[in-house]
């Protein structure tokens, strides 16, 4: 079956610009995670979605990060103004029933900000 | 705060022996594990997860061990293979909504 997937694969930008990243769930998925991935680095948390309930924003390193989940389904990731240091891998999970549940990882978002 | 450490960053094996990747955790009130494998240029892939009420847990070639007196986790892989040549991350969850993942450990299998 279809698997988590984000688009685009890769994104390339200037500092300064905004960037939307784009995660598609697993169909009856009610929990989306983003995560984001730097070189050589395990991930960091950055928010989680679970059915209707308020998201958990705990982990945006800063109020440039936003992200939304529309119709419980997709959901995008959105960097304002975009800084070197955002150049990571943006990794986006589902799981079935959302907390302490096996998490399905798409292929990931490679941005580079220049 | 809790942190999840990985004992060893690289790990070189050769084809068909055993591997072991450890990992460490620092909260006791995490009760819930994963590994991850994750190949290069992909998205981590669930391998096996194990709650806190199990001390160990077998999938397919991979055993999970959770030691929470010493808040250990281990991953054993059996007659590893080339195709299993990848970095490995074990995540643990307490009584927040995040995961915390640790760095990684690069596992190469030489033939």
């Known amino acids: 079956g279809a698997g988590v997937s984000q688009s685009p694969s890769n994104k390339v930008t200037e500092k300064g610009k905004d960037v939307e990243l784009r995660c598609d769930p697993i169909s009856g998925h009610t929990a989306l995670y983003w995560y984001r991935q730097s070189l050589g680095q395990g991930l960091e948390f950055l928010i989680y979605?679970?059915?209707?309930?308020?998201?958990?924003k705990s982990g945006l390193p800063s109020d440039r990060f936003s992200a939304e989940r529309t119709g419980g389904s997709v959901s995008t990731l959105t960097i304002q103004r975009t800084q070197q240091e955002d150049s990571a891998v943006y990794l986006c999970a589902s799981s079935l029933a959302g907390l302490k549940e096996t998490q399905y990882f798409g292929p990931g978002t490679r941005l580079l900000v220049l | 705060g809790e942190s999840v450490g990985l004992h060893l960053p690289t790990l070189s094996v050769q084809e068909g022996d055993n591997s072991i990747i450890n990992c460490a955790y620092s909260n006791s009130a995490s009760d819930y594990f994963i590994w991850y494998k994750q190949e290069s240029g992909k998205g981590p892939q669930f391998i096996i997860d194990?709650?806190?009420?199990?001390d160990k847990r077998q999938g397919q070639r991979v055993t999970v061990l959770l030691n929470k007196t010493v808040k250990h986790l281990s991953l054993q892989i059996a007659a590893t293979q080339p195709g299993d040549s990848a970095v490995y991350f074990c995540a643990e969850m307490g009584t927040g909504n995040q995961f915390y993942f640790g760095t990684g450990t690069s596992l190469t299998v030489i033939p």
């Open positions: 979605f679970q059915g209707n309930s308020a998201p958990d």
């Open positions: 194990i709650r806190s009420n199990m």
